[in-house]
């Protein structure tokens, strides 16, 4: 393993809902800057032909306690996997009330990035390898590639999937909820590649899913968890992205939501719309004392929607069976 640096900031209102609760996209995008620092540098430890690190996925991340306005996040990254073209980082953030000195933990992310060429951005370099420190490190790495790698395949079977909008929706519906944002992509939101930081595309995916459920059950809502988020293609400066969500399952006190991410890249009339990302988010609501609320439940219309709501139960299931593994004392 590789050890790796640590960043800190001060939550802001503007980094908040109305509720004083940071935005899970905020902080996804804290995450991923820390990310692309820590690989990026490792990525030109050597000598050679220089490079940017780009997102490739990001793995199941939970929100295990709230950040608040006036905190002070500290996010710290480590190396702990390299492949020949790819690098597995680990990013553990934890929250800090600078008035009383209290630290907890509320995120542990793993992110997978590959080395760009800055001379040719479709250039993937080969990533100098790291140390470990055990053998079974490395074999647990491999087992963790080719568990991401099988499962971002898995994924593009969705991409000629739309949210399709629908007039006078009913209370409860997907249709109802179902939001999309428009966002024209600029020089502020790139690398030096120009195409798009992934943590701006997790932020503005986080917020629209952050509307979906906020129309859902017209509370407080914050982010629970999100699951893996793959970026299938690179977003270039200048292109339109549509941001979509939809609602997709809804358990007693939680809301799953579906993002897609289509660009468009208007200056360049040789290339069509393409599914840039793909990702669900898990939001919860709250009370005003910040404890969970029962969600009013979804209605599916369509054969589409029932299917994904099934579908949204099963990846449910499956997470609570794991918890309640996790949790479960060993003989």
């Known amino acids: 393993m590789l050890g790796g640096g640590s960043t800190y900031g001060i939550m802001r209102p503007d980094d908040a809902n109305v509720a004083g609760n940071v935005h899970g996209g905020t902080i996804l995008k804290m995450i991923e800057e820390a990310g692309v620092i820590i690989s990026t540098r490792h990525c030109n430890s050597q000598n050679g032909e220089r490079c940017v690190a780009a997102l490739a996925r990001v793995e199941r991340t939970d929100f295990l ?32 009330n600078i008035l009383t000195g209290t630290k907890k933990l509320t995120n542990k992310a793993t992110l997978w990035y590959v080395p760009l060429s800055l001379k040719n951005v479709d250039k993937v370099l080969e990533v100098p390898p790291i140390v470990y420190t055990r053998q079974e490190l490395e074999e647990e790495g491999r087992k963790r590639y080719e568990a991401q790698k099988l499962e971002r395949m898995e994924t593009k079977w969705r991409n000629g999937d739309i949210v399709q909008p629908v007039l006078s929706p009913e209370p409860n519906t997907v249709s109802y909820s179902q939001s999309s944002l428009i966002h024209l992509v600029g020089p502020s939101d790139c690398t030096l590649h ?41 977003i270039r400066k200048g292109c339109v992205i549509t941001i979509s969500g939809r609602m997709t399952f809804t358990s007693n006190k939680s809301m799953e939501i579906e993002v897609l991410v289509d660009a468009d890249p208007v200056v360049d009339n ?31 219309e369509t054969e589409d929607e029932k299917k994904r709501f099934e ?13 309640q593994a996790h949790t479960e004392p060993q003989p």
């Not at 702990?80 to 934890?94: A, D, L, N």
């Not at 629209?208 to 129309?215: H, K, L, P, Q, S």
């Not at 579908?311 to 918890?323: N, T, W």
């Open 270 to 300: 040789s290339q069509k719309r393409y599914r840039a990302a793909s990702a669900f988010f898990t939001y919860v609501s709250l009370n005003q004392e910040g404890k969970p609320l029962p969600v009013p439940q979804l209605v599916p």
């Open 194 to 234: 120009g195409f798009v930081h992934g943590g701006v595309t997790m932020k503005l995916m986080d917020e629209v899913a952050g509307i979906v459920a906020a129309r859902h059950c017209k509370t407080n809502i914050v982010t629970a968890s999100v699951d893996a988020i793959n970026f299938h293609d690179k």
């Open 65 to 96: 306690s709230p950040m608040c306005i006036g905190e002070v996040a500290h996010v710290s990254a480590e190396i702990t996997y390299t492949s020949k073209h790819s690098v597995e980082v680990q990013v553990h953030v934890m929250s800090e």
């Open 311 to 323: 579908d949204g139960k099963g990846r449910y299931l499956q997470m609570k069976a794991k918890r």
